[in-house]
């Protein structure tokens, strides 16, 4: 189930701050990030056209 449907904390040590790795179901802890920062992790994992 994604992780903003059943309404439950992820058990993480960084939550609410989690990102997605691989697919959706795959969560895992991560730091506050502002807007810069996941957009340059975005760019590293996306081949731009």
Same mark, same amino acid.
């Given at each position: 189930? %994604? ?9 993480? %040590?960084?939550? %609410? ?9 795959? +969560? $895992? =802890?991560?730091? =506050?990030?502002?807007? =810069? =920062? $996941? ?6 994992? +996306?081949?731009?056209?």
């Amino acid at each position: 189930m %994604p992780c903003g449907s059943s309404g439950k904390k992820l058990n993480l %040590p960084t939550y %609410p701050h989690h990102k997605h790795e691989g697919s959706e179901y795959n +969560v $895992v =802890a991560s730091p =506050a990030r502002d807007l =810069a =920062a $996941v957009l340059s992790e975005i760019e590293i994992l +996306v081949e731009l056209r």
